[in-house]
């Protein structure tokens, strides 16, 4: 099972480690689950983790490790395709990263504009707790 789990996600689960965010990364280190990311996801991932009400609780070390397993342990795409389907143009790119890593979910908190979409493709858009079921935790 291929999976993308959107960057909020990945900042929930830095920001309270027993949350279910925290339990979908535990299942990928668990390799319960392949993750698919991208340059351009790495790159979100360290700027929102310096934004002021996120670094206050959010350690620079702990944001940095989970950058260092995503490099080390996630599957990398490289050249993310054009798509200009979200509402919101800075969630487009997780979309490319749905269709060139042909994943078979992308896993959001995004009510407004990712979940609504429902599906991208062949990768259903799915929430949290959704995954989390699939996944049996």
């Known amino acids: 099972m291929i999976a993308i789990l959107d960057t909020n996600i990945l900042i929930s689960a830095l920001l309270d480690s027993r949350s279910l965010p925290a339990r979908l990364v535990d ?15 790495i790159v979100e991932l360290k700027r929102v983790s310096c934004y002021p009400k996120i670094s206050a609780l959010i350690s620079a070390p702990r944001a940095g490790r989970l950058v260092r397993e995503l490099r080390a342990s996630a599957s990398l795409i490289g050249a993310l395709p054009d798509v200009d389907i979200c509402h919101d143009p800075n969630d487009n790119f997780l979309l490319a990263m749905a269709q060139q890593g042909n994943a078979n979910f992308l896993v959001t908190g995004d009510k407004a504009d990712l979940l609504g979409l429902e599906k991208f493709s062949a990768t259903k858009i799915i929430a949290v707790r959704q995954f989390a079921q699939i996944l049996a935790l």
């Open 27 to 41: 299942a990928w280190t668990e390799q319960r689950f392949t993750l698919l990311t991208s340059e351009e996801q």
